[in-house]
């Protein structure tokens, strides 16, 4: 069963979707999983979709959302602010846990790309977050960026743009807007693996929270609930590298695994080798039972 939910985080409505399973452990109640999609994405992108529908297949109670400012959910539309997200999904395991069939104790948070860096900032400084899953996600913003722009001046030009950003709310009070592709560039044949609404457009000051969110600080803090951490072992998007900054800053139990056979969005092309991982981990870190 897909219900439509709103949730309130800090006065601006979150829209979601609630995946219940057919059956309840004997217990009554069921683990439970919050997905997170990935920097401008939505709930409607196809990975949330079908990651969440394979957790209620399984057993699992499912939640996916649209950050503030995306899809829709309010806020302002395309501020997006890496803490902002994080509050939203601590707002999200509140309500969750407050939810008929729901066990409490047993949420995990699966975040993919941004979301990823998302899931393993709030679970390492949130209690109740039982164990975390990231998907090609990232625990250094800046040095993540400084892989996405390797190019001759590409960093340098980068740079600027937050300067310029800078200047610009100084001089004017509003924000300087740019692409997506001028924060975080996709080859021009993945970006269909983008949702329909995904924003396109950015305040610089979304870049500049994206260049100060540093999950790798307090990682550690996560210990000694599980992490799983997913890669591309050639990511077009995000440097592999960053899994394993992540990995090397994380306590245990840690699990590292690199896929060679996907790119930047194995969630959403039906890779069935990355749902027989997820599931035997589940199976082990959070169990039905």
Known sequence: METEI??????????????????LPATGKAPAIITIHGFGGSKIDQGMVDACRAFRDWGYVAL??????????????????????????RNAVTWLAEQDGVDAEKICLLGDSMGGAVAAYTGSTDDRVAAVISVG????????????HPGPGAWEKFLKMLEDGRRHRQET??????????????????????????VMEFPVETAQSIYDFRPNRVIAQLAPRP????????????????????FQCAGRPTD??????????????????????????????????
């Not at 009070?173 to 995904?198: K, N, Y």
């Open 227 to 246: 992490l799983l951490l997913l890669h591309a072992s050639k990511d077009a998007v995000t440097p592999t590298g960053s899994s394993i900054d992540m």
């Open 173 to 198: 009070g509003e924000s300087l807007w740019v692409s997506r592709f001028d924060i975080v560039p996709i080859p021009e044949h993945m970006r269909g693996h983008l949702p329909e609404d995904a």
């Open 137 to 148: 996600g990232w625990g250094h913003g800046a040095e993540k960026l400084k892989g996405q």
């Open 64 to 89: 996916r959302l649209d950050m503030r400012g995306c899809g829709q959910s309010g806020g302002a539309p395309g501020r997006i602010i890496s803490f902002d997200q994080v509050a939203d999904t």
């Open 256 to 289: 590292l695994m690199f896929l060679s056979d996907v790119d930047h969005f194995p969630l959403a092309v039906g890779n069935k080798r990355i749902y027989d991982i997820i599931k035997g981990w589940l199976d082990i870190r959070l169990p039905l039972s």
């Open 6 to 23: 709103t949730i309130r985080s800090e006065g601006i409505d979150i829209s979601g979707v609630l995946h219940r399973p057919d059956n």
